[in-house]
């Protein structure tokens, strides 16, 4: 089975980054659940500056478990890396380097940088964007972030953890 | 129809800067007809380092016509670019910013970067190389360039220009 696996919000943590910043910038520490339902920019009104700024996404953390559980994907299907990387440009060598850093095993013949990822053919989507998943002609999750918390499309298979997609695989 | 567009040896005319580079480093101005057949490699021994070197992929010719008839395409189908750029890291914002300066109409949500193509779901690729477009599910055509110059798969329809890809379609 060939599976594209999102980037930001699936592979890397976002929030985990816009929560620390958001402290260093106004002083509180707001908890997920209180943005729950909000567009990041509306929890993080700096948000459009944070992704703007050279090594924001370099220095993502991993989302909890999922370089054990990719490594396993890997080994079983046909992976790749399918990012929505073109709106910003400076993005582009620093989520490479960051592939490289944390998931090795990914080599670059599986990484995919795009704008739109309609052109994209996979028998899974795994990504946190409604945007993404609803024009895909195969098996979606929606993986769970604050964000997405409050919608549902109904078409996607919500997940929570890199722990749950490996149980539905 | 979707229709994916390789970058170089379709949109960048990537044998016009091997020949002006080789001619700085060895003297000699091969003409396109003395290397039909070989390998990039093979004709120009120094490729491997032009391509690493910066600014190569930022400083390509547009081949002939391009614009013009990738502009004109683009107001009648769904155009994306899709470029294997991955395995040059420096070269992904050379490429962004070429397609900025040379194709402003193209925009980023247009532009893919990956190593392998065939993740990529189009009716239509036009590609120089067979190891892109012999695994493409869908129309396929082969532009032409001095390393593909002596191979048939007859699996593709083999175009010579850019006019010669509009009257086609």
């Known amino acids: 089975m060939r599976i594209a696996l999102d980037m930001d919000g699936v592979l890397a943590d976002v929030y985990a980054s816009y929560i620390q910043l958001h402290e260093r910038d106004f002083g509180i520490r707001k908890s997920l659940e209180s943005i729950e339902g909000l567009e990041e920019w509306e929890g993080f009104p700096n948000a459009p500056t944070y992704v703007r700024t050279p090594g924001f996404f370099e220095n993502l953390q991993v989302m909890p478990d999922a370089i054990e559980h990719v490594k396993n994907l890997n ?12 709106e910003f440009p400076l993005s582009l060598n620093e989520k490479l380097s960051w592939m490289n850093q944390h998931f090795p095993f990914i080599t670059w013949k599986q990484i995919v940088f795009c704008g739109s990822k309609k052109i994209i053919h996979a028998d899974l989507l795994i990504d946190d964007h409604f945007k993404n998943l609803d024009d895909f002609q195969g098996r979606t999750m929606l993986f769970h972030q604050p964000h997405n918390a409050r919608k549902d499309s109904g078409r996607h298979i919500r997940v929570h953890s890199w722990e749950q997609i490996s149980q539905l695989l």
């Open 75 to 86: 080994e079983q299907h046909e992976v790749f890396i399918v990012s929505a990387a073109m």
